[in-house]
């Protein structure tokens, strides 16, 4: 039962990260800020979640990342 409840859970999220991406393309405090923002503050994806979630959805092909350099050089 509770290794549903987490399948459940995860599919939840990949779908908020998902929709998240469908209005473009962004980093992930961008994903986490969209999901707090959409949901009143009812959920967030905490970084020790969202990152994972983010290299898993690639490897299914679902996602696309690169790297760059931001506006501070980061």
Same mark, same amino acid.
Request: aromatic letters at 10%; zero cysteines.
């Given at each position: 039962?509770?290794?549903?409840?987490? *399948?459940? =859970?995860?599919?939840?999220? $990949?779908l &908020? /990260? =998902?929709? @998240?991406? *469908?209005w !473009?393309?962004?980093?992930?405090? !961008?994903? *986490? +800020?969209w999901?707090? %923002?959409v949901?009143? $503050?009812?959920?967030? /994806? %905490?970084?020790?979640? &969202? +990152?994972? @979630?983010?290299?898993?959805?690639?490897e299914k092909?679902? /996602? $696309?990342?690169?790297?760059?350099? *931001?506006? #501070? #050089?980061?």
């Amino acid at each position: 039962m509770a290794r549903e409840r987490v *399948s459940i =859970l995860k599919g939840a999220m $990949d779908l &908020l /990260i =998902l929709k @998240a991406l *469908s209005w !473009g393309p962004m980093h992930g405090y !961008g994903v *986490s +800020y969209w999901v707090r %923002q959409v949901t009143a $503050d009812t959920f967030e /994806i %905490q970084e020790g979640v &969202l +990152y994972p @979630a983010l290299h898993r959805l690639e490897e299914k092909g679902w /996602i $696309d990342s690169e790297w760059g350099v *931001s506006e #501070n #050089n980061r």
